[in-house]
């Protein structure tokens, strides 16, 4: 017999994609001129509004209506980590937009100073590239062996999730993620954003 200690959680679920939400964010990356020279910068294989724009949600009321939803799911998945919440909140930190050209790549990464870290998917065309989690401990592995190719995902070293049109994911943000390299054609097309208790 054993237990499972210090568990990893990935929260997933689906919204509908909102009509017209994908042509309002390739909408504002061609407006954004800042968040495209920080891109083209950073060699980030596409554009994000991650530096440049911080006011979606009152940007555009698309942003709005979708921020809502994903909050009442952040709330959900604190419950489910057993947050102790003291009376206090899931508070938006930030929501910021990814299009993902062919060939980009996003370099593994945590996200500091935030407590709950996702991803909504809105387009995504075949070959996008999968969203990578890294085990927190593998730093710590000196000495482990290779995990079997059919380990179940507990106790993999990585898991790739393949993203879907409507798919949202949630995590705690110490958990190192990082997007594989897209082969596709056409640009994918997402929000980021990070939810710090309030």
Request: with cysteine; net charge positive.
């Amino acid at each position: 017999m054993s237990d499972a200690l210090f568990v990893t959680r990935l929260y997933r679920a689906r919204l509908s994609v909102p009509a017209g939400l994908a042509e309002t964010c390739l909408g504002i990356a061609a407006e954004d001129t800042a968040g495209r020279r920080w891109s083209r910068d950073h060699g980030y294989g596409g554009y994000t509004s991650y530096a440049s724009l911080n006011d979606l949600p009152r940007r555009a009321s698309i942003f709005e209506e979708l921020e809502k939803k994903i909050a009442a799911h952040v709330a959900a998945f604190a419950r489910e980590l057993q947050f102790d919440m003291a009376g206090r909140k899931c508070e938006l930190d930030s929501l910021w937009i990814n299009v993902m050209n062919r060939g980009a790549i996003h370099v593994p990464h945590i996200h500091p100073h935030s407590a709950i870290s996702g991803t909504y998917y809105v387009t995504v065309p075949p070959g996008s590239g999968a969203i990578r989690f890294e085990d927190p401990r593998l730093s710590m592995m000196m000495a482990a062996p290779p995990r079997k190719k059919n380990a179940r995902p507990e106790n993999r070293v990585f898991v790739d999730v393949t993203p879907r049109p409507g798919m949202l994911l949630l995590w705690e943000s110490w958990l190192r993620h990082g997007v594989e390299v897209s082969g596709a054609k056409a640009p994918r097309i997402s929000a980021s954003f990070n939810y710090r208790i309030g």
